[in-house]
């Protein structure tokens, strides 16, 4: 689980304490060399010591989650986007994470491990936290506060390990040292589910946590991110991959009971149902959706006041601690309202420098747009491209389009930071006068990831910008609920706080898509359970683009042999010499997907160490598929 030298290194250093300056929860001041008594007796280090627990808390949908250093330089690449069919891995000579899952080249020996040694370091760390907090000179009201927040970490990590590998080693309250013969053994999948439920319950009944943070604490752990938690696990039990898990994800019983259970029970729907209902009962959290107008469709506009203030996160520091108040309704947390859970960063420019285009002072190492991910994006009348009443030109793909398209896609036209205070149009055709961004020199598919990249700044400019992105939203909530539903009751199901269908309405509302005559917003009436189902994850993949879920949901699904067996594309713009344009769709690569590929392997490092610690089916040598 751990080697003797990263426990050796935990002991000393104690979790180093390191300063993270965006004038959040974790600024503090730099210290190291520090034991437990010194660190426990202090206030400031007691605080500074949880407050290195959450450093960690979103490493696992990083966009350059895949990076690496060596001697001091960091090569930076993808993360679970280019893992996925959403955007092109970056071409390399390193053999990288995002490249085997979509090579179907991941093996136990080269996978990253960070997903295994980060989580039980942050576990263990968690531990030693909720031993000696008790005796800190913390006020009792503040500390009551920390150790829930501690639990609901250690909850969050092992949730990470769940969604990765299946049940993992559950350790308790144990501190393990350098000489003490660790736990090997695997926990079930039912276990880690109901560990996880189980301390997030505990939390929420204690009472000792706001349901939502702001100002200073913005950032922290809160009532709501409790039960955010609880849902997401509660949905991934119920979802197919797990709920009665096949003989072809799990050919024996002890990996059945690792990897799911072993009969499906629709009962699980429920429990995710009302885990993502209890949210929306809060009625603390919505989505802010004023003054779409212009928006998207004009690409030399500010972003809109509604989900483009999402989407462009330059915004986070200025609008994430104050109510505002518009048309008659309250945003509390103003356009960030909807965010439950974050992850707090310092300002840089770090971001525009993985996704933007050359001539922005980018090198998109983290991946490319494929071009079924942009196409999937609806018509601003919420109709697919080709059934909207609207015309769709491929050289103004932006026109008369769902506004979420031109805030996640950079396409080429379309307007992009190139400067201080400029926001130019990117030319990534090809043909005379060509630039550095055109489509096979600067990217491969055609196009640039646009979201949550700021447009006051980019990568060749001074200007830093708040770094923070989102861990969970209101709207995975409301999707949440829509999906667990419509499987247990069907699509038209509605209770006193929500529907079906109202849970897409108001997604797609403040995305700015037309209501239309019949205030569908695109959607199709009376829709069976299996087209509704459709309708939920599309809008998930769009919603959520580039936030870590794809990658997963495919998985639950079981959809991962068809999304991931597959010729992905890019679009070619050319300019002709008389200034005419013509394009052409081609292949970039073909994505393959084993069976295997429904879990990650545990690193091999780990399962060497231990008999008892069983690997994932299909990644030992005997059974390799």
Known sequence: MWNKLSVFFILIALAGLVSCSDNGFLDETETSDLNRKVVFSDSTYTAGFLNEIYREIGFDTDPDRFSMTVYGWTNFFGGLQTASDEARFRRTSTITTDVMFATGTVNPVLVSKDAWEKCYSNIRRVNIFLKYVVDSPVDERIKSQYIAEARFLRAWYYGILLRHYGGVPLIGDVIYEIDDEMKMTRDTYEDCVNYIVSECDAIISSNVLPVRRTGRDYGRISEAACMALKSRVLLYAASKLHNGISDENAPSMDYKLLLGYPQNDPER??????????????????????????????????????????????????????????????????????????????????????????????????????????????????????????????????????????????????????????????????????????????????????????????????????????????????????????????????????????????????????PGVDDMYGLKASMTKDEMREAIRLERRLELAFEGHRFFDVRRWKIAETTGNKVMHGLEITVNTDGTKTSSEFEVGKHTFRTAMYFWPIPYNEVIKSSSLLQNPYYSADDVQ
């Open 269 to 514: 729907w429920k429990l995710a149902y009302e885990a993502a209902r209890d949210i929306i009962a809060l009625n603390e959290y919505k989505l802010f959706k004023w003054d779409q107008t212009g928006s998207a469709n004009d690409d030399n506009s500010s972003p809109e006041l509604g989900w483009g203030f999402y989407a462009v996160t330059s915004m986070a520091s200025d609008f994430a601690n104050f109510t505002q108040n518009k048309e008659g309704e309250t945003f509390r947390g103003g356009a960030f309202c909807e965010i439950i859970l974050d992850k707090t960063a310092a300002k840089g420019n770090g971001r525009e420098r993985r996704f933007g285009p050359p001539t922005s002072g980018g090198s998109a190492e983290s991946g490319y747009v494929y071009k079924e991910l942009a196409d999937a994006f609806p018509m601003i009348d919420g109709k697919p491209i080709g059934e909207s009443q609207y015309p769709y030109d491929v050289f103004k793909p932006s026109q008369y389009r769902d506004p979420r398209f031109n805030n996640s896609v950079l396409f080429d036209g379309g307007y992009f930071c190139t400067g201080t205070s400029t926001y130019t149009p990117i030319r990534i055709s090809t043909g005379p006068g060509a630039t550095l961004d055109a489509v096979h020199a600067g990217t491969p598919t055609g196009f640039y990831v646009k979201k949550t990249v700021s447009r006051a700044t980019c990568g060749n400019t001074f200007i830093g910008v708040p770094q923070s992105r989102p861990l969970v939203r209101y709207s995975e909530s409301l999707l949440n609920y829509a999906e667990a539903a419509n499987e247990y009751y069907g699509p038209l199901h509605s209770d006193q706080y929500c529907s079906v269908y109202d849970a897409l309405k108001v997604i797609r509302a403040r995305a700015g898509i037309q």
